[in-house]
């Protein structure tokens, strides 16, 4: 089995910064990508920024230049950096990953979520 877990949601004022994680363990023998999306209440889940093995990312335009994804591959970890935030970027944070099991299987997994709120 493999897990995803989130943490480091909360509320937060408009222009505030907040860095949310996500931790995967279990039976991994590779991850070659991690990513985060975002469901806002009424809307359907979108990608936020991803992050491949190489190091390559990828951001949704309504974040570029405001978030940054991060990953450390010792701790099979990737964050998200998020400034300047916005009360549109309020929303549940989901970690995303497409992981190798040590069964040569590859899948992709989710996290739970982590709820994010911006307001004053």
Same mark, same amino acid.
């Given at each position: 089995?493999?897990? @995803? /877990?989130?943490?480091? $949601?909360? @509320?937060?004022?408009?222009?505030?910064?907040?860095?949310?994680?996500?931790?995967? *363990?279990?039976?991994?023998? +590779?991850i070659?990508?991690?990513?985060?999306?975002?469901?806002?209440?009424? %809307?359907?889940?979108? @990608?936020?920024? &991803?992050?491949?093995?190489?190091?390559?990312?990828?951001?949704?335009?309504? &974040? %570029?230049?405001?978030?940054?994804?991060? !990953?450390?591959?010792a %701790? +099979?970890?990737?964050?998200?950096?998020? +400034? *300047? @935030? %916005?009360?549109?970027?309020? =929303? /549940?944070?989901?970690? +995303? =990953?497409?992981?190798? !099991? !040590?069964d040569?299987i590859? *899948? =992709?997994?989710?996290?739970q $979520?982590?709820?994010?709120?911006?307001?004053?």
């Open positions: 089995q493999v897990q @995803l /877990v989130e943490s480091g $949601g909360g @509320l937060v004022q408009p222009g505030g910064s907040l860095r949310i994680s996500c931790a995967a *363990s279990g039976s991994i023998r +590779n070659n990508s991690m990513g985060w999306y975002r469901q806002a209440p009424g %809307k359907e889940r979108e @990608l936020v920024a &991803v992050i491949v093995s190489g190091g390559g990312t990828n951001y949704a335009d309504s &974040v %570029k230049g405001r978030f940054t994804i991060s !990953r450390d591959n %701790k +099979n970890t990737v964050y998200l950096q998020m +400034n *300047s @935030l %916005k009360p549109d970027d309020t =929303a /549940v944070y989901y970690c +995303n =990953a497409g992981i190798t !099991r !040590r040569y590859t *899948s =992709a997994y989710w996290g $979520g982590t709820q994010v709120t911006v307001s004053s």
